[in-house]
């Protein structure tokens, strides 16, 4: 039994025959007659009981036919319904982004997107890139923004490759420097982020290649706020370049970090590898490779 079957078996009842059913369907009567005969010989009933030239449903033939006429309106509404998806007037993008940049780099990019895509509903989450990975291994979250992943668990696109800065309080012994090393920063508080930024532990590593531990003066996920305790003095953040310009403030100076060159923010949009990525979610990719980061 296939859709084919039903139909002719449907249009046969509302046709009053096979010849009008043939011309209806585009078809040849001989191939109307061998689907109906297929559909009664796989059912293993008959359904049209034919008198002379009349046609009558039998009983099975009336349940067939109310089935068949359930079952093909399912099967057109499920073919419009992913037509809509496929030309974007309806569906959901899932999505994880990172808890810093969001008004820098992401902000002009969702006003692009939901223009181009008005019915298309966001779900948003922000976090650090271990959250935002378990989420999306979790299946909570479609795509989401974090720093190039090592598991083989993902694929990536790439979006943005930042350096990053140091904020400093304006009353530090290198804030009349242009720039600085991360060595020059070991005397110094640090402010972290939370524990699920994996940046933290490249961040650590990298100290530790320089031969010191960072004193931690306060953690936090919000980059306002570090500045804020920067401009407090409780210590050093380093923080995205793009990220650090828009928070410099009265009692907070901004260095360019010269050492690690290899200590960046490298943001790409991950998935599960071998995941079906839906048409809300290639968009969003179609997008970011149209105006890409500062890579």
Avoid at 250 to 273: H, K, M, Q, T, Y
């Amino acid at each position: 039994m296939d859709f084919r079957q039903l139909r002719s078996f449907l249009e046969v009842v509302r046709r009053g025959g096979f010849t009008q059913a043939a011309a209806t369907l585009h078809i040849s009567q001989s191939a109307v007659s061998k689907q109906v005969a297929q559909l009664e010989q796989n059912l293993g009933v008959t359904l049209l009981d034919r008198q002379g030239s009349h046609l009558h449903l039998t009983a099975a033939g009336h349940a067939v036919k109310q089935r068949a006429e359930h079952m093909l309106r399912l099967r057109d509404d499920l073919l419009h319904e992913l037509d809509d998806l496929h030309q974007l007037t309806r569906g959901e993008l899932r999505l994880g982004l990172p808890m810093m940049g969001g008004n820098e780099l992401f902000a002009n990019l969702f006003a692009e997107y939901r223009q181009r895509y008005p019915n298309v509903q966001i779900q948003l989450s922000e976090g650090g890139t271990l959250a935002v990975e378990q989420a999306i291994l979790d299946g909570e979250l479609e795509l989401g923004g974090s720093l190039t992943p090592s598991d083989p668990q993902f694929d990536f696109q790439p979006f943005c490759d930042e350096p990053l800065d140091a904020l400093l309080p304006a009353d530090h012994p290198l804030a009349g420097n242009q720039q600085v090393n991360l060595g020059e920063l070991a005397n110094t508080p640090f402010l972290l982020y939370q524990r699920s930024f994996v940046l933290n532990d490249r961040l650590l590593q990298a100290c530790r290649r320089y031969g010191f531990t960072p004193r931690e003066a306060g953690r936090s996920g919000q980059a306002d706020f570090l500045a804020a305790l920067v401009a407090a003095g409780l210590g050093v953040v380093l923080l995205p370049s793009v990220v650090a310009r828009a928070l410099v403030r009265p009692g907070v100076i901004r260095l360019r970090l010269s050492e690690p060159a290899d200590l960046r923010w490298d943001i790409v949009f991950i998935w599960r590898r071998g995941a079906y990525l839906s048409p809300p979610a290639r968009a969003w990719l179609r997008l970011l490779h149209e105006r890409p980061g500062r890579l």
